[in-house]
């Protein structure tokens, strides 16, 4: 089945410079990749995602890129504002429409 | 905005219990689903429920588990004999339909401890 390896585990930011975080999955026919940010005490949020006949999409700050051939896909963040820190987790959906999360990255945004 | 909501936030069992876990999806969504994030591990699809029924369920999802809408807003996972290793954080999720996974909506989450 699918499998979703994410890194790193924690990344410190300074305030203002980009963040990137960089997921790989397994199954070529996973086709859908969305990423989630979760807030303290809060579940995951989808904040954007990218199908597999894209290669870069962005909203404001955020962007995904996605390289099918290597079976990549990241996560940049720029201008990183206090609010930005959370945990993120990438995800891919399986051939039977499942979920499968990366194990978050731990985002701290440093003053 | 509408959310999916849980409680207990926390709760603490001890082994061999029985616990509720509790949810309310948005109003119009009509799949549920229950995950589980053990700590420092992913998040785990558990089971996901449409029409009254399950419509898929993992390995993780063993005869220990049910799943219930007892009412029209209500959406609750049961652990009927709880074990140490079921201690994790749960957390419930809803969509409109099925057809864009990426689009689950999901609870704050339930924090399971078993002593």
């Known amino acids: 089945g699918e499998n979703v390896e994410q890194h790193p585990s924690t990344l410190s930011v300074q305030e203002g410079d980009s963040a990137v975080i960089k997921c790989t999955y397994s199954?070529?026919?996973?086709?859908?990749f969305p990423w989630y940010k979760q807030e303290l005490g809060k579940g995951p949020q989808l904040i954007i995602d990218i199908r597999s006949n894209v290669g870069e999409k962005k909203d404001q700050r955020i962007a995904v890129t996605l390289n099918k051939t290597a079976k990549h896909f990241s996560l940049h963040i720029t201008e990183t504002q206090p609010e930005d820190s959370a945990v993120y987790f990438c995800a891919a959906i399986s051939r039977d429409d499942k979920i499968i999360f990366g194990k978050g990255t731990r985002l701290h945004i440093l003053p | 905005e509408p959310e999916v909501t849980q409680t207990p936030s926390h709760q603490v069992t001890q082994m061999g219990q029985e616990v509720i876990l509790r949810c309310v999806p948005i109003s119009n969504h009509l799949y549920f689903y229950w995950y589980r994030q053990i700590l420092g591990q992913k998040v785990e699809f558990l089971v996901s429920?449409?029409?009254?029924?399950?419509?898929?369920k993992s390995e993780i999802f063993d005869d220990q588990f049910s799943v219930e809408r007892p009412d029209g807003s209500n959406f609750t996972l049961k652990i009927r004999s709880t074990k140490l290793e079921d201690s994790a954080m749960y957390f419930c999720a809803s969509s409109e339909g099925a057809g864009r996974p990426g689009e689950q909506y999901f609870g704050p989450g339930t924090r399971l401890t078993v002593t």
């Open positions: 199954d070529s026919a996973s086709n859908y």
């Open positions: 429920f449409y029409n009254n029924e399950i419509s898929e």
